[in-house]
């Protein structure tokens, strides 16, 4: 059998013709070391065609359409051109080699070629991958290398610019820079405190929060400066008349050492950074929530913005999220533990990621469990509405909390929440927007759900009421036989009297 080797190069798409197969399929030790060296490889491996793209924008075309594993109508006219037409698959005696299983798996549906991408082939591929320019005679090798890094650049930039994730990944990056802002604000801010405590060490057990007590530090400075007309400026601070006083008061009786200009200069710069920072904190908050209201409404009206965004994060995108079961979300981000239980044979873990959020917190110590499960079927729900829908809005989601709420109430008072076919009804309703994204056929609303289950549940009952007429049947029959065998009894001793 003979075959014949595909190349998508960046010039254009080459076929090569791989001389005696039969041998060559069974020593596939032999084909890798014939690679290394051009003039074994060439004795294998020959040119047999070559077709050139005709501008940068249609060899761009064309590799997209090879990445995606779709056959471009210039590769089908090329393989058409050069390849012995065949009638069947069945009946063609050679083999087309590809680098990639689903080209070749759409090159054989679209162009009725065989196709194979598993044994020698790509030891094939790599050879004419490494020694493409002096196989090809009608090219340089210069003129190769400019071709696959033009072609690189443009399709790396036509691969960002159309990225369907890039609106997940700006919540991505911004719920990591969040996470690592609290660490460092928490950080800086413990060292602030240890830092001024040296000069005014009362400071820290009036004032706890991190962000009042850098801007009080950077009020202060000297403790010695602090006069009446000072506590204005502190209750502007610390939102507190009683505890602006309190810091006048500790500051006249403080037990703290004396310190230099130079060492306040550098007290006052470092408590300005921490300020700036959690500031910078706030806005990048805001940012998130906004980002979070456009890209996944639902998911942040049921579970928070920071949680939401975690669970994007986590899954790597808001389409990764909507593909996941509701099992996997519930334990998202506890893996260690899921694998840990595994291998020792323990209880798995309850809730991952899912359990910052405030209903789980809310929950009882036996209905944890349960909450999660429950809050992990909602999230679900609420990343594939987020995903596939066309027209944002947070409809679903605040009736998705609401259920949650109920159930919530359900397990502390045992009132039974509304059923989620009805809510969905509801939300429905209520909004304009179509109840499901048309694409086909196939496509179903809630009405049609339940006509088909009423169809069901009329079918089963023509069935029930079907076998209880026969089982009638079969007892009135039964019981008008026994009689009838009990008559002919009495008929039959009748006679033997009669007879004697």
Aim: with cysteine; proline share 3%; aromatic share 6%.
């Amino acid at each position: 059998m003979t075959m014949f080797v595909l190349y998508e190069a960046a010039l254009g798409y080459a076929l090569f013709k791989i001389e005696e197969f039969d041998e060559i399929s069974a020593n596939e030790a032999a084909v890798q070391a014939a690679v290394q060296d051009l003039a074994k490889f060439g004795k294998i491996c020959k040119l047999h065609s070559f077709v050139p793209f005709k501008s940068a924008q249609d060899a761009l075309d064309n590799i997209n359409a090879v990445s995606e594993g779709v056959v471009h109508p210039s590769l089908k006219s090329f393989l058409e051109t050069n390849l012995p037409k065949v009638a069947s698959i069945k009946k063609a005696k050679y083999t087309l080699g590809v680098a990639d299983h689903r080209i070749g798996q759409q090159i054989r549906d679209d162009c009725n070629i065989p196709c194979s991408h598993t044994g020698v082939v790509p030891e094939l591929v790599r050879g004419v991958r490494t020694h493409f320019a002096k196989m090809n005679k009608s090219i340089s090798s210069t003129s190769v290398e400019r071709s696959q890094l033009g072609l690189g650049h443009s399709y790396s930039r036509c691969k960002v610019k159309f990225n369907v994730h890039r609106s997940d990944n700006m919540i991505i990056q911004a719920i990591s820079l969040l996470d690592q802002l609290d660490k460092d604000i928490n950080t800086f801010s413990m060292r602030i405190k240890e830092w001024y405590s040296y000069h005014f060490p009362e400071l820290v057990k009036i004032v706890s929060n991190n962000y009042d007590f850098a801007r009080c530090a950077q009020l202060i400075k000297r403790k010695s400066s602090l006069t009446d007309d000072s506590v204005e400026k502190l209750e502007a601070i610390l939102m507190d008349s009683t505890k602006a006083q309190q810091v006048l008061d500790a500051s006249r009786a403080s037990m703290g050492m004396d310190i230099s200009d130079i060492d306040l200069i550098n007290i006052d710069s470092f408590s300005s950074r921490v300020v700036s920072l959690t500031e910078y904190r706030r806005s990048l908050h805001e940012y998130l929530v906004n980002k979070m209201k456009m890209v996944a409404p639902n998911l942040a009206a049921l579970i928070g913005e920071q949680v939401g965004a975690r669970l994007i994060s986590h899954a790597g995108s808001l389409t990764n999220l909507a593909k996941y079961p509701a099992s996997t979300v519930q334990i998202l981000g506890a893996e260690k533990a899921l694998f840990r239980a595994l291998k020792t044979k323990s209880n798995t873990p309850k809730y991952g990621l899912i359990f910052h959020s405030t209903f789980i917190g809310r929950a009882g110590p036996k209905n944890k469990g349960r909450i999660s499960r429950y809050l992990a079927n909602k999230a679900s729900i609420a990343s594939r509405i987020d995903c596939f829908s066309d027209v944002p809005s947070t409809a679903f989601g605040e009736k998705l909390r609401e259920q949650v709420e109920e159930r919530l109430d359900f397990y502390d008072s045992g009132k039974t929440p509304r059923k989620n076919l009805d809510v969905m009804r509801e939300v429905i309703a209520t909004t304009d927007t179509p109840k499901r994204k048309a694409g086909g056929d196939d496509d179903m609303d809630i009405d049609d759900v339940e006509t088909k289950k009423s169809k069901k549940a009329s079918k089963k009952d023509k069935k029930k009421s079907k076998k209880s007429e026969k089982g009638v049947k079969e007892t009135s029959d039964g019981t008008e036989s026994k009689k009838s065998s009990k008559g002919d009894k009495k008929k039959s001793k009748k006679s033997k009297k009669s007879e004697k």
